[in-house]
């Protein structure tokens, strides 16, 4: 095989390794976005009255929510892919009942948190909770 051959052999093979990594990449995202939808449904609450309740309780003044106006706060984590995390304030299994708990009682998860306690209601912590397990990266 000539070096012309060579080069087109090798062209070939990353072409295959471009496609199967792009493949790859699309379902890694596909499977991604499907699960924070599930995980959404888990929880009974509207992800729809979120974005009003993270303003009204003030979340962006600490987190950075990049689907709600004015939520660019920078004293705790991001929240665009909270339901990609493993663990809640490092300790607690993020499923969808413990995010809400969470957000409705962060000292009565962890006393030690930097978290406030804003007075959202369960309710309330379960529409954000519905909202941010279905924010996952589109």
């Known amino acids: 095989m000539g070096d012309s051959g060579q080069r087109h052999g090798l062209a070939a093979i990353g072409a295959v390794i471009l496609l199967a990594a792009s493949v790859g990449g699309w379902s890694w995202w596909n499977a991604s976005r499907h699960r924070a939808e599930f995980r959404s449904a888990l929880i009974e609450g509207d992800p729809g009255r979120a974005p009003d309740l993270v303003r009204r309780y003030g979340c962006g003044g600490c987190h950075t929510l ?5 939520a660019a706060g920078r004293v705790g984590p991001p ?4 339901g990609q995390r493993v663990f809640l304030a490092g300790r607690l299994p993020n499923t969808p009942e413990n995010l809400a708990r969470w957000i409705h009682d962060p000292h009565g998860v962890d006393p030690q948190t930097a978290m406030p306690n804003t007075g959202i209601s369960i309710d309330d912590a379960r529409n954000v909770a519905a909202y941010l397990l279905q924010e996952a990266p589109r």
């Open 66 to 70: 990049t689907s709600v106006r004015g």
């Open 79 to 82: 929240l665009d892919t909270v």
